[in-house]
RNA sequence: GGUCCCAUCGUCUAGGGGUUAGGACACCGGCCUCUCACGUCGGGAACGCGGGUUCGAAUCCCGCUGGGAUCACCA
């Protein structure tokens, strides 16, 4: 049998790191056991779902790479186009006795549990309607029809229900703990318990792999599947993942969608990278391509206790995969951001190229790259007061405009030949290379950290930096 | 509170009866050096507690403690 995964993500918000991880997963299992990935829309909440929400979830996982097999733009593939099919469903259950209509009003099973919470009972529904009669053909809700009851599915008393969970091990409930739940509401639409069980069935989902959040919910599921007459699919249950104070990732984290960090400067293979290595793991090995996450990934590999996300460690893989990327393909991805930020390119892709490579190793996203990048790419740079009163002296006047003149008579302006003008000009005035080009330093950037001096004057050019120089040494006469 | 899940450095983890308990991020220090980085070398840092089983327990069992999830006409 070909294994069949699913991701169903409900398009009611950004799409959530840890919620996007669970996806992974099922990405994953499902591709290395060469099956299906089938992509489902659970939409039946129809107030809250919108098409902004299902545009970011489609647009973050082909962001990450995570390619479905099955799934929007077919229309089959959403919750919302196929209550026809709940209805039957709900129907079936009714006519065998596995489903009855419930009575209770919304206020009066707020009052049961309030009540049973006084009596440290537990809060659950009391099977008050459970045994009511009522015709086998009974029409589903519709409070609009006046047809206000819901539909409760009828849960073993007796008997336990065992999840062999692949990742978590045996879970074993007992089935009197369990309560009879609604699977249609009132408005006759199908609660998530039970059009979540027709889809799996219907789509033949072979292996259900979510966040054990829904571990749960699953031997209800699992009663319905029997009770419409299915064999359940297998489990696979992830733990969670927790923001730094230990609970459940959640805005309130500060970033935590796909989105906020792809727009924050992080490249799609670093973000994979680590969500996959947190909560499964390969031995020692830190680093994973695509195709080895493939070949590699197996629940037996993944650990059953929650993880605690470490932006930290996100950042150096973004690092590392920045250093390895190709320098052109870098450039390119770079180009947006230098855009989004206003700033011009002074020169063509080439010259992009000369830049990134003298940044690279010193950004750990592409926007902390552009932070950097600014002095290459505006005309006129701030000096900053504190770097000019310590490096631009008045002494060095005479220093910076022979300099000047010896980068303005190179034939080949390329860092060799830089560093010769630099070699003149220290020893005519018997100045270390530290002596100077903190100084250079200062009038090209602004400020007293960057690249390589030699680098940065290869990339700035012969114009800019002479006038640079120019500009500081009028600066060392109003200093001084 | 009921039910379920979980427990190795601060964090992600390897290790599943005998290991100097390994790696990675972060942190600290040396080296490199025109600044900052990169790189490189080194360092500190963990088996929650108590009982068993065993010649021997981080590892198996039980209890405790701690953490988490979940208990909707949300998904």
Redesign the pocket.
């Known amino acids: 049998m070909t294994v069949r995964t699913r991701y ?3 398009p ?1 918000g950004a799409l959530h790191i840890g919620n996007v991880r669970s996806g992974l997963f099922a990405w994953l299992f499902a591709r290395h056991h060469r099956g299906a990935f089938i992509l489902r829309i ?4 129809r107030e ?1 779902s919108t098409v902004e929400s299902l545009n970011e979830i489609l647009e973050s996982l082909t962001w990450l790479g995570i390619e479905w097999d099955e799934g929007p733009p077919n229309p089959e593939y959403f ?1 919302a186009n196929r209550f026809h099919r709940y209805r039957e469903a709900a129907r079936e259950l009714l006519r065998n006795g596995r489903a009855y209509p419930c009575y ?3 206020a009066e ?1 707020d009052a049961m ?1 309030k009540q049973a919470e006084r009596e ?1 009972r ?4 009391d099977g008050r309607c459970r045994d009511k009669p009522f015709p086998p053909d009974i029409e589903l ?1 519709d ?1 609009r029809a006046g047809r ?3 539909i409760r599915f009828r849960s073993p008393r007796h008997g336990e229900t065992v999840v062999d969970d692949l990742v ?7 089935n009197a ?1 369990l ?1 009879d ?2 699977i249609f ?3 006759g ?5 039970f ?1 979540t069980v027709l889809d799996d069935a219907d789509f033949r989902i072979t292996h259900v792999v979510r966040g ?6 699953t031997p209800r599921q699992m009663q319905i599947f029997h009770a419409l007459g299915l064999t359940p699919p297998a489990y696979a249950h992830l ?2 993942v ?1 923001g730094p ?4 990732l959640s805005k309130r984290h500060g970033a935590t969608s796909v989105f906020a960090y792809r727009d924050a400067g992080y490249l799609p293979e670093a973000l994979l990278n680590y969500l996959a ?5 390969h ?2 090995q ?1 680093i994973f391509s695509r195709d080895e996450l493939i070949a590699y990934f197996d629940f037996d ?1 993944c ?8 932006p ?2 996100l ?2 893989l973004n ?2 995969y920045m ?1 390895e990327r190709p320098l052109d393909q870098l450039a390119r991805e770079v180009r947006p951001f230098i855009e989004k930020r206003g700033l011009p390119i002074p020169g063509d892709d080439a010259w992009l190229a000369k830049m990134v490579a003298t940044l690279r ?2 950004a750990k996203t592409l926007v902390e790259l552009v932070d950097f990048a600014v002095f290459y790419l505006k005309d006129e740079i701030d000096i900053d007061p504190k770097a000019a009163a310590k490096f631009l002296k008045p002494e060095m006047a005479p220093v910076l405009m022979e300099l000047a003149n010896q980068l303005g008579s190179i034939d080949n302006f390329n860092e060799e030949a830089i560093k010769a003008a630099f070699e003149r000009v220290m020893a005519g005035h018997n100045l ?3 002596q100077l ?2 100084p250079v ?1 200062v009038a090209l950037t602004g400020g ?8 940065v004057i290869a990339v700035l050019g012969r114009e800019r930096t002479i006038a640079r120089l120019r500009d500081a040494v009028r600066k060392t006469h109003s200093v001084g």
């Not at 007293?448 to 680098?455: K, L, Q």
Request: charged share 30%.
């Open positions: 169903a993500p409900s009611t659970d939409d039946t909440d809250r919750q209770c009003t919304a099973l549990r440290h537990k809060p659950g529904y809700p409070a206000n009851y819901t978590k091990g045996r879970a074993v409930f007992d703990e309560d739940l609604i509401r009132s408005d639409v199908p609660t998530y318990n059009a054990d959040d829904h571990l749960p919910n733990p969670m927790m104070d230990g609970a459940k290595r947190l909560g499964w793991s031995g020692d830190e590999a650990g059953k206790s929650a993880g605690i996300f470490n930290e460690k950042l150096w690092f590392h250093k190793e010193r270390k290379l530290g080009a903190q330093r007293t950290v960057s690249p390589g001096i030699f680098e």
